[in-house]
């Protein structure tokens, strides 16, 4: 996924030389194309990042179109201040990017886990949050974001992800139909997505067919697609690479009680607490259930419960 970034990043500058780019001493020979293109608009800023959000803001208030890049954690929670209040309070269109998101980095430890990145991000007011789940899809949205009046946040991944293929192209703001189903639903969000799609494959040789969205844009929720699927569903499972709370999952739960819909909803994903050692992220997904294993469990379950 950084590589699509970098492309995205590159094809943006191009088209507007208000586009800078900050990172906190990350990235390198990711962004050398970058660099040697746009030189005067790459700022390492060093291992700062409440300065790199501080600067950005600045830059936005004098007309650019400032992107801030760095690990997840260290984009979010660190300078949460900062980008509170020099760039959600004012409303300021700077684009925020956090690298290996959920728990990409999951074998550095506590300090390198991000499964609370969306839901910081999604507190705070006018910010648009996004988990894209493949290369394509950051290609596509990030001129998407880079329009906004606003502030955004991107989770992106590490390197090697999977294409994930669907049957509509990445809207911001507009979940997007991966395979067509019935009786379950199934809704991801970020890296989630190709595990979802490889179990809902298998699954069909068992005569299972879920429906299956993909909500690369966790906020504004797309709820006009959330009636439809809720619609043509009477189970919506969600799975997420985040916590429990202020996620995917939360933002659907909240918008189902506050309809009155008697839609069920399950959760799959990481539990509310933290976890030590050096699991991989493979491993800690399994443990917890939201692999592709986790997944067609809990499809063939509700499967069953529906017929």
Same mark, same amino acid.
């Given at each position: 996924?950084?590589? =699509? ?8 500058? %191009? ?21 040697? *293109?746009?030189?005067? /608009?790459?700022?390492? &800023?060093?291992?700062? %990042? ?9 830059? =936005? ?10 690990? =997840? ?16 309070? +004012? ?38 949050? @996004? ?28 390197? $090697?992800? +999977?294409? &994930? ?10 979940? *997007?139909? #991966?395979? /067509?189903?019935?009786? &379950?639903?199934?809704?991801? @969000? ?12 298998? #699954?069909?040789?068992? !005569?299972?067919? +879920? ?5 690369? @844009?966790?906020? +504004?929720?797309?709820? !006009? ?21 202020? !996620? ?11 309809? $009155? ?6 959760? #799959? $994903? ?16 399994? /443990? ?18 529906? =017929?």
């Amino acid at each position: 996924m950084r590589r =699509a970034f970098s492309k995205a990043l590159c094809d943006a500058a %191009e088209k507007d030389p208000g586009v800078v780019f900050l990172t906190g001493d990350l990235g390198f020979q990711v962004f050398d194309d970058f660099v040697a *293109r746009f030189g005067p /608009r790459y700022i390492n &800023v060093g291992i700062a %990042e409440a300065q790199m959000v501080a600067m950005a803001s600045g830059l =936005a208030k004098e007309g650019f179109r400032p992107i801030a890049y760095s690990i =997840a954690s260290f984009m979010t929670a660190r300078p949460f201040e900062q980008i509170r209040v020099c760039v959600s309070y +004012p409303n300021l269109p700077v684009l925020l990017v956090g690298a290996g998101g959920g728990y990409a980095y999951s074998s550095s430890g506590v300090t390198h886990h991000a499964g609370d990145d969306l839901a910081l991000m999604s507190l705070l007011p006018g910010m648009t949050v @996004t988990a894209p789940c493949d290369p394509s899809e950051i290609e596509l949205l990030l001129p998407q974001l880079l329009k906004l009046d606003g502030p955004s946040y991107m989770r992106v991944g590490k390197f $090697g992800e +999977p294409a &994930v293929p669907a049957l509509e192209a990445p809207v911001l703001g507009k979940a *997007r139909l #991966l395979q /067509r189903g019935a009786k &379950v639903a199934v809704l991801t @969000t970020g890296d989630m997505a190709a595990p979802a799609q490889a179990a809902v494959k298998e #699954l069909a040789v068992e !005569g299972i067919s +879920p429906l299956l969205y993909h909500f690369h @844009t966790v906020k +504004p929720l797309d709820t !006009g697609t959330l009636e439809l699927i809720a619609a043509a569903a009477g189970t919506l499972i969600v799975v997420e690479e985040a916590s429990p709370h202020g !996620g995917l999952a939360a933002s659907v739960a909240g918008w189902l009680a506050a309809g $009155g819909r008697g839609t069920r909803l399950v959760r #799959l $994903g990481p539990p509310d607490s933290f976890f030590f050692g050096s699991l991989s992220r493979e491993t800690y997904a399994a /443990r917890q259930g939201y692999d592709k294993k986790g997944i067609m469990e809990a499809c063939r379950k509700v499967w069953r419960q529906a =017929a």
